[in-house]
């Protein structure tokens, strides 16, 4: 569960190159939208499941801090930030879940986690530190926005689970379709659509609604259901190992001593925060059975209320 849940902060971690590359320069809002909407829509005919009662009002929520307002702020850092700097400045966002998950789930704060979190943001840190750099302080506000959205929508996709009877798929496609809308009036406001669009252009965009959304998405949210919130949050510092690797793959680049100390760094904390997952299950029942049916109960176990007499 927790490889399948990393795969999607992996396809994530490509959205910079994808974004330098092959998608329409200085269009976030485009680019949040055409992620998104084209994916909604096709696993709503899919699938043929509307939300019910709550659900509608909570579909939209979620849509927004999932995919909507977290997409278009990931677009608006990529676009004025280093990608890297731009990682860097959103892996606050497990200490986010920290605090939230505490307050709003009852997940007791664990040294280990705190823990978790320092060295997490340190490898982080280390792995995207290339000298000094004049940061464009919209670029660092939409990096630190779009942090808070995915913590958020994290914590709240954690509370409100998914509805009874209503798969996996369905569900994906409620907030991809929900996101996609809440950033198309903007976009046809703010932007307007391109004159043209290049092969390079539809080769991005494709990519970003099959493996960017569909894909990644179903990935995702199917992990939030199984594991804990933090690990969950975690998992996502996987992107700017991605992009690094892409970076050395792509652009001949190449790593520093700090920042292979920051890869491991990275990789430990995502370890530390999921100390429970590798934990082995019991074998035995611990609420102990009566004896006369011969099965013994643990020595340091109290006897029931009522045993004994």
Known sequence: ???????????????????????????????????????????????????????????????????????????VAAYRLPGGVAAMVMAVQPVVVLILAAVLLGDRIRAVHAVACVVGAAGVVLLVARGAVALDPVGVAAALGGAVCMATGITFTKRWGRP?????????????????????????????????????????????????????????????????????????????????????????????????AGVVLILGAVVLAQPRLNSPKPSFSLSPAPRKQGIPRMENSPPPHGWGK
């Open 1 to 75: 569960m927790v490889g399948l849940t990393a795969l999607a902060p992996a396809i994530w971690g490509t959205t910079y190159l994808v974004t330098t590359e092959w998608l329409p320069p200085d269009r976030p809002l485009l680019a949040t939208t055409v992620r998104a909407l084209p994916a909604g829509l096709a696993l709503l005919l899919f699938s043929r499941v509307l939300p019910q009662g709550v659900w509608w009002w909570r579909a939209f929520v979620l849509g927004t801090l999932n995919i909507g307002a977290f997409n278009l702020l990931l677009f």
């Open 164 to 260: 009874e009877g209503v798969g996996l798929l369905s569900f994906t496609g409620w907030q991809l379709a929900a996101g996609g809308l809440v950033s198309l009036p903007f976009t046809l406001l703010g932007e307007g659509l391109p004159p043209s669009l290049s092969g390079s252009h539809v080769l991005g965009f494709g990519y970003l609604i099959v493996f960017g959304a569909v894909i990644s998405y179903a990935l995702w949210f199917r992990g939030i259901e199984r594991l804990p919130a933090l690990a969950v949050s975690f998992l996502a510092l996987g992107s700017p190992l991605v992009a690094t690797v892409l970076g050395l793959v792509f652009a001949a680049e190449s790593l520093s001593v700090a920042q292979t």
